[in-house]
C-alpha cells in the first residue's frame, strides 16, 4: 500500500497562523520580531536559502535583514558585522548561512554571537541548553522541524524505536536529543547511526520511525526498513538530470519510489521537511523576540 504523505508545507502553514497572531501580540507591545541574516559568497544554494528566509520574514510582518558579503570578507570583517547584530536592539534573531568560505572560522563566529540571538541554535550555551532540556534556548531548525511534523501528524514519539541517520550538528546529534527528552514532545528510545555504523540495515530495521539525515541521495532504500515503519526525509541532494531543464532534479535522502509502497507514512522532497525547517526558523525569531522584550540590546555581557 502507498504510504500516507505527510504534507510538510500543510503543517508550516499552520505554524505560521499561530507566529502570525504571536507576531500581532508583539508588536501591540511594540516589539517587532527583528532577523538578520548574513550570506558570505555566491553559493546559489545558500542564496537561494536566504531569499525564502527573507521573504517569508516579510510576509509574516517581521523586520528583515539580509546581509550579502563578498567571498573575499575576512574572518574579523565578518565578526565586527555579527557585533553590529548583537548590539543592535531592532533584531532578535541572527543567522550566518552555512557553510561560509573555506577561510572563514565558523565555529568562531557561532561563539561570537548572543547566544539569546543564536535562532540556530549552534552556540555552545544553546546547545548545553538543549542537553540539559531548558526551554529557554535554542534548538536547530530541522530538528525542530522534523519533531514538529511527527506531533502534528500523531505519529507517537513517546515509547517509540526512532533511528537517527546522520550525526551532524545540525540535524542529527540535536534530534535524537530533542525526541529523548523527559517531556511529552520526547520519550523516544533514540538509535543514531551513520556511514561507519555496522549492522547499519538490521537497526534500521528495527525502527518504528527512521529519520534519514546523512546527505547521500536515495540512500535509505525498502529493505532498510520494516513495513509500516515511518519515514522522514531530511535530504536535498541535486543529482543529475538531463530530461530536467535545469539540468538536475531534487531528491532526498530516501529511495522514494520503492520506499513509499512500503512505509505507513513518509515526507517528500521537496515538500516535506524543508518549508518546517523556514517555519521554526521564523518561530524561534519570535521567541527571541518575546523573550528579549522590548528592551531590545541584551545587557553587555562579561568582556565588552
Ligand atoms: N545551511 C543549511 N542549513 C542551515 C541552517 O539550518 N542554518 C544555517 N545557518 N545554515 C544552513
Redesign the pocket.
Known sequence: MMAKLIDGRAIAEKVYVDLRRETAELKAQGVTPGLAVILVGDDAA?RA?VRSKDKMCRELGLHSVKLELPASTTQSELLARVEEFNRDSSIHGI?????PPEHIDEAAIVRALDPRKDV?G?HPENVAKLVLEDASGFV???ALGVQRLLLESEIAISGAHIVVLGRSL?VGKPLALLLMQKNKNGNATVTVVHSRSRSLPQITRSADVVVAAIGRAEFLKADHIHEGAVVIDVGINRVEDAASERGYRLVGDVAFDEVSKKASAITPVPGGVGPM?IAM?MANTVKAARQLGSGGSPEPTKGD
Open positions: 545558500s536559502y543567522l550566518v548561512q552555512s557553510p540556530d549552534f536547530p531548525c530541522t545540525i525547517t526558523l
